[in-house]
């Protein structure tokens, strides 16, 4: 039975913390350490520097998931990138990273497949599940799943944007899924949508109903009105549809599973917000040190959250072979999804 298991694990921050004081003192946001810390758990997060782009921070955490797995970036047999923040518009953040890995020129130019994945929060259990199934399926041996993200460059930091610039932060993190024949690996996955909240957590930017889809002035200059240019949030429903869609989608791992929470040895939950995760953990009876957590740190870095609290427990230790993990997410779109790996 060929099994796809997670050989190697990276991630990357920036160097730069701010902190919620720092949110006031140095970027100029109303908000204090007290309101963000009771609603979200958040004391921190990295901001990258002016010039550095998401596939910058993937690449490094792409390069230290292939060194751990053994393997060489030539021996990546498909790239997925997962992002809500990529470099541009088009083309896919994916083939920038691809370039970057070396991928094109020389000895190691295999000229891989690059595909981005734009389920947002979601996007990285989205990935494994493709991941998985590209390397199950006999396609591909080694398949680098990356998650990134630079929020920072798209944070209104007026106070009409202050409930989702306090949330939010840059970071990346990366898995190589490989083939094996050992009994391990990805067990299980499971992911949704529910279209009808689409609009609720967004941002749009353009539209395409209009001509030209963003409108200009007289000397052709694009002009967005601050409602389209920032990412706008109902954040109430979106915290009531992720404790129910999360919760259900751990249940509903262990039914296919045959198993029950306890045996699972370490829950990564998407980090959008503390309050969200200990909601989860209380209603499931999940005990505190079978969580892990980086939200406190970082934030909320979206597509980046999973990969890198995986890559933090594989690091220190926290994360062993022979346990079986459970990763939950949950994001725009609504998307949410659920994985059990045998690690
Ligand atoms: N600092 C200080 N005050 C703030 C801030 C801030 N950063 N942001 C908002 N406020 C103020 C508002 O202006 C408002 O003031 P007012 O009463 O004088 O008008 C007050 O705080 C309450 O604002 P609400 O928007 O109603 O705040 P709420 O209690 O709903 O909390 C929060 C907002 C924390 C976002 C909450 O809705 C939540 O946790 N939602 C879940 C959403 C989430 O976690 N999203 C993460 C991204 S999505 C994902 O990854 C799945």
Redesign the pocket.
């Known amino acids: 039975m060929r099994n796809a298991y997670i050989s190697g694990t990276g991630s990357y921050v920036p160097e730069n913390v701010v902190t919620n004081d720092d949110l006031n003192a140095i970027y100029g ?4 350490d007290a ?2 810390q009771k ?2 758990g958040i004391k921190a997060r990295r901001y990258a520097d002016v010039g550095v782009r998401t596939s910058d921070l993937a690449l490094i955490a792409s390069r230290h998931a292939i060194e751990a797995a053994g393997l060489q970036p030539s021996d990546i047999g498909m790239i997925l990138f997962a992002s809500l923040s990529q470099d541009h518009v088009f083309p896919g953040g994916g083939c920038y990273l691809q370039e970057k890995l070396g991928l094109c020129e020389g000895a190691g130019a295999t000229f891989a497949p690059a595909m981005d994945i734009r389920t947002q ?1 979601s996007g990285f259990v989205y990935g494994l599940g493709t991941a998985a199934a590209m390397v199950q399926s006999g396609a591909v041996e080694h398949v680098l799943l990356v998650g990134a993200e630079l929020h920072s460059a798209g944070l209104d930091l007026t106070k009409r944007g ?2 989702v ?3 939010f932060g840059d970071g990346a993190g990366a898995v190589v899924v490989s083939a094996t024949d050992e009994d391990r690996g990805i067990r299980y996955w499971k992911c949704g949508a529910d279209g009808r909240h689409a609009d609720q ?1 967004a941002q749009k930017i353009w539209d395409t109903a209009q001509r030209p889809f963003i409108p200009t002035d007289a000397e052709g200059n694009g002009i967005v009105k601050p409602e389209m240019l920032w990412a706008n ?1 109902n ?2 429903l ?2 009531k549809n ?1 404790v129910e869609r999360m919760s259900f989608g751990l249940i509903a791992a262990c039914q296919d599973q045959g198993i029950t929470g306890e045996d699972i040895d370490l829950y990564c939950f ?1 980090q ?2 503390m ?2 995760n200990q909601y989860v953990a209380q209603t499931l009876g999940i005990p505190e040190e079978k969580l892990v957590h980086n939200i406190d740190r970082y934030g ?1 870095t ?1 597509a980046a959250t999973i990969p890198l609290l995986l890559d933090e427990a594989a690091r220190d230790g926290t994360l062993k072979p022979g346990m079986k993990v459970a990763c939950v997410a ?3 779109g609504f998307t949410w999804g659920a994985a059990i790996i045998d690690w």
């Open positions: 946001l109303e908000t204090d309101w963000i609603r979200t929060c202050r409930t610039a306090a949330l957590l949030m954040g109430r979106v915290f992720a998407h959008a917000n309050r969200i909320n979206t949950f994001g725009s």
